[in-house]
């Protein structure tokens, strides 16, 4: 089985700042790893994911995230936020030896974007 | 075009009362979930079809029956329903069995009164 830890729940952040979602995982088994973002009111979308090769992954809207293996960390960052990125934004994990395709969830980042 | 779609958007209703959200993806994806979303925005997978076959059931009530026409369609029935059904579900599709991301529906709001 899997876990996901999403070490803030809440990160407030003015604009064109940067920024760092934290996300560690567990798991006895090789993992794919994924960030999804969820506007208001709205379902969520697949911001970026690692599932082999280069640790160091590019998603859409300029955010980026590293897969560290040693230290079972997967961190969002982006270097310049705006006031748009405010939303919730949730690491997710699956294991790859199973072909059920299950994704367990963290409990979500809320990023705020100040002026 | 919507890639997962899922009708209603909102649903209210009556403790005791029978109801049904339907979802459906146009992307040629193999595999469909629900998840639950509660109010604290917790994520909780509740059932996945490959294909139309169940490979997914987790510990969810036995007054929640997903149905599968065909790989395109995943539909949620509910019976006598609860306070505690109030959530969010949202239907997900993936490409392959073994998930390299999902698409989401935008979801459904169940309120039970």
């Known amino acids: 089985a899997q876990s996901v830890t999403q070490l803030d729940s809440q990160v407030p952040v003015f604009e064109e700042a940067p920024v760092e979602l934290r996300c560690n995982y567990s798991?006895?088994?090789?993992?794919?790893l994924f960030w999804y973002v969820q506007y208001p009111n709205q379902g969520l979308q697949l911001l970026l994911k690692y599932l082999s090769g280069s640790t160091l992954v590019k998603g859409i809207n300029g955010f980026e995230a590293e897969f560290n293996k040693s230290q079972t960390s997967f961190h969002l960052r982006k270097p310049s936020v705006h006031i748009s990125d405010t939303a919730e934004y949730f690491c997710a994990v699956s294991d790859t030896n199973t072909n059920a395709g299950k994704s367990t969830f963290g409990d979500g980042t809320t990023l705020t974007v100040k002026p | 075009d919507t890639a997962v779609s899922q009708t209603p958007k909102y649903l209210v209703t009556q403790m005791g009362n029978d109801k049904s959200i339907k979802c459906e993806q146009n992307?040629?994806?193999?595999?469909m979930y629900w998840y639950k979303q509660d109010s604290k925005k917790f994520l909780k997978i509740m059932f996945s079809y490959n294909n139309k076959e169940l490979i997914i059931n987790e510990t969810v009530p036995n007054r929640f029956s997903p149905k599968s026409p065909d790989k395109a369609h995943l539909n949620l029935h509910i019976n006598s329903l609860e306070l505690g059904d109030s959530a969010v579900y949202f239907c997900?599709?993936?490409?392959?069995?073994?998930?390299?991301?999902?698409?989401f529906g935008s979801g459904t709001r169940l309120t039970v009164v």
């Open positions: 798991s006895s088994v090789s993992v794919y």
């Open positions: 992307l040629g994806h193999d595999t």
């Open positions: 997900a599709s993936s490409q392959v069995t073994g998930n390299y991301g999902y698409t």
